[in-house]
């Protein structure tokens, strides 16, 4: 079985400045995909970014990259610039790309780290 | 479009009654999943349905949880009777077959408390 593990439960960086969110995960599979997840206070869960497994080049949306590292099984969000908007609950999600008939599209979470963007 | 909702946004019961949460997906998503997070811990997956039927249930901790999905649009979740260890955020996500697989849609969760 895969496992996610977020070891931050808490960060804060000062609104302007960059903070990296770390996730590592546990698999057997070649092919999967990973996803950080943001969930302000009260609101909907929404994707703010994914990584497939087989593609090297790290994935990058705006101000949101990742550190893809597939033989240490690590997965890192670095936010840059970071914005009040940005202070919410983070979750690193793992999503097998084997999708059989009997489903397997279940997503795998971590415990999620709490960002706080102090202005 | 409106999002995925979930209703109520919070339910507090005492142990051994019974508790029904319902979600509506997006319009036209024949995927629809549930999720959980007790408090502290990671989000556990439920079950996936597609359409009515349940394609991957193999999260459901057990008996007391039902999950269906009449007619293919929206989703009721019930807890009978409930537990202590019920207690935490039950989340639903949907996704249309048509689009990326790999995006599910959330809604806000509906917070479950036993006492």
């Known amino acids: 079985a895969q496992t996610v593990t977020q070891s931050q439960p808490e960060m804060s960086v000062q609104e302007a400045e960059t903070v990296t969110l770390s996730c590592t995960y546990d698999?057997?599979?070649?092919?999967?995909?990973l996803f950080w997840y943001k969930q302000p206070p009260s609101r909907q869960m929404i994707l703010v970014i994914r990584?497939?497994?087989?593609?090297?080049q790290n994935a990058t949306e705006n101000r949101f990259s990742v550190n893809f590292q597939k033989a240490a099984k690590s997965f890192s969000l670095k936010i840059s610039d970071s914005q009040l908007g940005d202070a919410a609950m983070y979750f690193c999600a793992y999503r097998s790309a084997l999708v059989t008939n009997f489903g397997n599209e279940k997503l795998t979470f971590g415990t999620g780290t709490r960002l706080t963007i102090i202005p | 479009e409106a999002g995925v909702t979930q209703f109520p946004s919070h339910s507090v019961i005492e142990k051994g009654q019974t508790v029904t949460l319902r979600c509506d997906p997006i319009s036209g998503h024949d995927n629809l999943y549930w999720y959980r997070r007790v408090m502290g811990k990671e989000i556990k997956f439920l079950l996936h349905f597609v359409k009515e039927s349940k394609q991957d249930e193999s999260g459901m901790p057990n008996n007391r949880f039902l999950a269906e999905r009449t007619g293919g649009t929206y989703s009721t979740l019930k807890v009978q009777p409930a537990e202590l260890e019920d207690s935490g955020v039950y989340f639903c996500?949907?996704?249309?077959?048509?689009?990326?697989?790999?995006?599910?849609?959330f809604g806000p969760g509906t917070r479950l408390t036993v006492t």
């Open positions: 990584q497939e497994a087989y593609k090297q």
């Open positions: 698999t057997s599979e070649s092919d999967y995909y």
């Open positions: 996500a949907s996704r249309s077959t048509g689009e990326p697989f790999y995006e599910q849609y």
